[in-house]
């Protein structure tokens, strides 16, 4: 029997845009999406998603008089992850697209993205760093450097070669079934490629340029943010090991501590075992610290002087499981060979900085139990 292939109606697509401030941008798009739109035949909508700009966006808009563009203004706190967000939930069509509004990513790039999930991806996303994607080249090294690092720091979550580009599309089906998303960055895409699990990706090249018109928006603290979003994906995806490393850099830094004070102790005349002591003191309580304000944040809203004294057990703890596992290493179980000393040393350095960890994670900086995990709880810790 012959086969029949019924051809396929081109896709809808729903492309989403976060603007603030991009009035001057906003003609020069909704033409260029719409030239794109009728060359292709798709069905399209556009839906710009503002935060009160005031600068002429909605007129803008109402100027274009096309029954396909849209403007939502938002009120209430600013945000490029949580406008995406509410466009992405607003929109009507089985394909979501998000660019930005200032002509940095090309609208003619939409049917590729499109042609992607088309082809049984489950996330498409422009890409300024694969072969055939550029940028504009006065893009100055610093830029570049900053734009580079932010990459790395997202290595470990997904392999995709531009995981921060803001040009991106996915089928709406998954984004309603990706659950608890945090908009704390304006990252979203990598939000959902680590919340969705994603990892039929197609990287389609692009040129971004440079906007012409109107301010970037990405202030030093927006990168803060970003460094708080990595550090909450990478403990959505790694769970304890993140906690656990995390743990392990604080002791490393207060092995720098300790020394530090030591010799400042020792040059000031202190007498050694009082500058031993001292630096150990020194050590103790900035671990404490800095573990209570970074790894185990979640915790911080609680009394600090109960947490404190928690902590204090939980290191003498340690230390006497340290002191105990090293002794029966040396003494029941490894052979009587030249170096089983260290050996056993370091086994119990290892048995000892575990048991410690374990005490502060699941005792001294316990999670409640919130429905909704960690995330509600930072949440709650940041309002
Ligand atoms: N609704 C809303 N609310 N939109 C915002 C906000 C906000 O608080 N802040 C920024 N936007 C919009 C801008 O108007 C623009 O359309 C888009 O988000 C990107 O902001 P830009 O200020 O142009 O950022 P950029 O050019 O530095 O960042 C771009 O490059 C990154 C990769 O280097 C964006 O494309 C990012 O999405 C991309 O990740
Ligand atoms: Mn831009």
């Not at 700009?53 to 706190?77: F, H, K, P, T, Y």
Request: with cysteine.
């Amino acid at each position: 029997m012959p086969v029949v292939s019924i051809p396929s109606s081109p896709p809808a697509v729903s492309v989403i845009v976060p603007t603030y401030k991009e009035g001057e941008n906003i003609p020069h798009l909704i033409e260029r999406v719409a030239q794109m739109r009728q060359a292709t035949g798709l069905t399209l909508e556009l839906i710009f998603m503002d935060d009160g700009s005031e600068d002429g966006s909605v007129e803008a808009v109402e100027a274009a008089g096309l029954d396909w563009v849209q403007i939502v203004v938002r009120s209430g706190e600013r945000g490029l992850s949580a406008a995406v967000i509410e466009g992405f939930e607003r929109a009507k069509h089985p394909i979501l697209v998000c660019m930005d509004g200032d002509l940095s990513h090309p609208p003619e790039a939409v049917p590729r993205l499109v042609k992607v999930l088309e082809s049984g991806q489950e996330f498409a996303i422009g890409s300024r760093y694969i072969k055939g994607g550029s940028t504009d080249r006065d893009w100055g090294f610093w830029r570049w450097l900053n734009s580079r690092i932010a990459t790395a720091l997202a290595y470990p979550l997904t392999r995709i070669v531009d995981p921060l580009s803001g040009f991106f599309a996915l089928h709406k089906s998954d984004f309603d079934a990706a659950g608890d998303l945090d908009p704390v960055g304006y990252k979203i895409g990598l939000e959902l490629i680590v919340k969705c699990g994603f990892e039929n990706v197609g990287e389609v090249p692009i040129h971004f340029s440079d906007r012409r018109w109107g301010d970037s928006k990405l202030t030093v603290q927006e990168q803060l943010n970003y460094i708080r979003h990595i550090r909450r994906l990478y403990v959505h995806r790694f769970g304890n090991a993140m906690y656990f490393l995390q743990f392990l850099a604080v002791g490393a830094s207060g092995v720098l501590v300790n020394l530090s004070m030591l010799t400042m102790l020792l040059w000031i005349g202190a007498p050694e075992p009082a500058a031993l002591a001292g630096g150990i003191a020194t050590s103790v309580v900035t671990n404490f610290l800095l573990n209570r304000r970074f790894t185990f944040s979640y915790a911080r809203d609680r009394n600090p002087y109960k947490q404190f004294g928690g902590f204090v057990i939980a290191s003498a703890a340690g230390m006497t499981v340290n002191f105990l596992t090293a002794v029966t290493m040396r003494t029941m179980v490894l052979p009587d060979t030249q170096g089983a000393i260290y050996l056993a040393a370091l086994c119990g350095v290892a048995a000892g900085v575990t048991f410690n960890f374990l005490g502060n994670r699941f005792v001294v900086f316990r999670k409640r139990h919130v429905p909704g995990s960690e995330i509600d709880q930072d949440r709650h810790n940041r309002e």
